[in-house]
Structure formats: structure tokens, C-alpha cells
């Protein structure tokens, strides 16, 4: 009676015994290494966000785009009278290569190539803010003069083009400035990201 009560104290406790075993554990699962866990979710999760805010403003830039191409291959090809859509301002040519960042940024984000991202930023700067100011610039005058006088010469479907124009400064700047702003963030995100992984 006494042997079959300790075989079965004895096989209550095996497990107790194995599970408080010391035995080899997998590297990184004892949970000393959570702080760098949590610190790596926060870079991914903050890294997916930012693409997703560029990627929103990359579309936005692409229907201006889109609208601004429009108007000037129907000036040039005389696809409309220039009394339904006027002819396009000086500013707005080299406004057309604004597309060379667009299309590096969205190159950039898949892979997260720093490069691409680097070279969005910087010729966003020259093809984008660049003509954007010029134009606030050029456009000045006639919006003075449409301002004082109310009178206006250029119309884009009956409305001022000075006017038309001059909203769609506005919407850009705010666009391109927030794209500018959101890319160096993520770009701070990857670099994080790299260091941490030399110096592992």
C-alpha cells in the first residue's frame, strides 16, 4: 500500500521536477530583451504610418499634377479655346517635373530605400516649392490687378485663372510641405532602424 502511494506522489511531482528542470532556452525568450522588442514595434508601427500619410499626399500631388498636364497639352495641342482654358503661366512648365519626386517617393517605400526617399526630398525642394514660389510671384501682378480693378483676362471654365491658380498654390505648398515633412520623419524612422541592427 505504502509503494503505491509514493508511485503516485512520485508521478504527481515528475512534471513539477521537469517544468523547474534547468534546461537550454532559446536565445531572446527570456524576456530581458523586451525593451528592444517594444522599441522595434514602435519604429514598425510608426514606420507604416508615415507611408501611409505619404502615399495619401503622393495621390493628392498626382491629381494636381494630373489637372495642371491636362491644361497645358490642351493649350498646346489647341485642344479647348483658350476662352474655356486659358493658356498656362510661365511657373507651371517646370511644375510638370514635380512628378520626378512623386515617383522616387513611392519607389522608396516599399523596400524602404533611404536613397530614393533622400533624392523625393531633395528634388522636391527643386521641382515642386522651386516653381511654386516663382509662380506666387509671377501671378502677383495680374492678381493685383484683378484685386483692385476686378477685372480678369485669362478664364478657366468662366472662372478668374489668377484666382484658379493661386488655390491650387495653396493646396500644393500645404501638400509638398507636409510630404517634405513626413519623409524626413521616416527617414529618421530607418536610420534608427540600421543603427539598431549593427549593433546587434
Given amino acids: 500500500m505504502l509503494c503505491f502511494i509514493s508511485c503516485i506522489f512520485s508521478l504527481l511531482l515528475d512534471p513539477i521536477t521537469m517544468a523547474s528542470r534547468a534546461g537550454p532556452r532559446a536565445e531572446g525568450t527570456d524576456g530581458s530583451d523586451f525593451q528592444h522588442r517594444e522599441r522595434v514595434a514602435s519604429h514598425y508601427q510608426m514606420s507604416v504610418s508615415l507611408k501611409s500619410e505619404i502615399r495619401k499626399l503622393n495621390i493628392v500631388h498626382l491629381l494636381i499634377w494630373v489637372l495642371m498636364a491636362a491644361q497645358v497639352i490642351a493649350s498646346q495641342l489647341s485642344l479647348v479655346s483658350h476662352k474655356v482654358v486659358a493658356s498656362p503661366y510661365q511657373w ?11 515617383a522616387f517617393s513611392f519607389l522608396a517605400l516599399p523596400r524602404n530605400n533611404i536613397s530614393h526617399l533622400v533624392i523625393s526630398m531633395i528634388s522636391a525642394g527643386l521641382f515642386c516649392v522651386a516653381p511654386l514660389i516663382y509662380g506666387s510671384m509671377e501671378m502677383f501682378p495680374v492678381a ?6 476686378g477685372k480678369a483676362y485669362r478664364f478657366i471654365f468662366g472662372f478668374s485663372a489668377v484666382s484658379v491658380m493661386y488655390l491650387v498654390i495653396v493646396i500644393a505648398v500645404q501638400v509638398h510641405a507636409w510630404q517634405i515633412y513626413y519623409s524626413k520623419k521616416l527617414l529618421d524612422q530607418w536610420f534608427t532602424t540600421t543603427q539598431d541592427k549593427k549593433k546587434k
Wanted: proline share 12%; glycine share 0%.
Fill in 144 to 149: 493685383q490687378q484683378l484685386y483692385r480693378h
Fill in 92 to 102: 507651371e512648365y517646370p511644375y510638370l517635373l514635380s512628378i520626378i519626386p512623386t
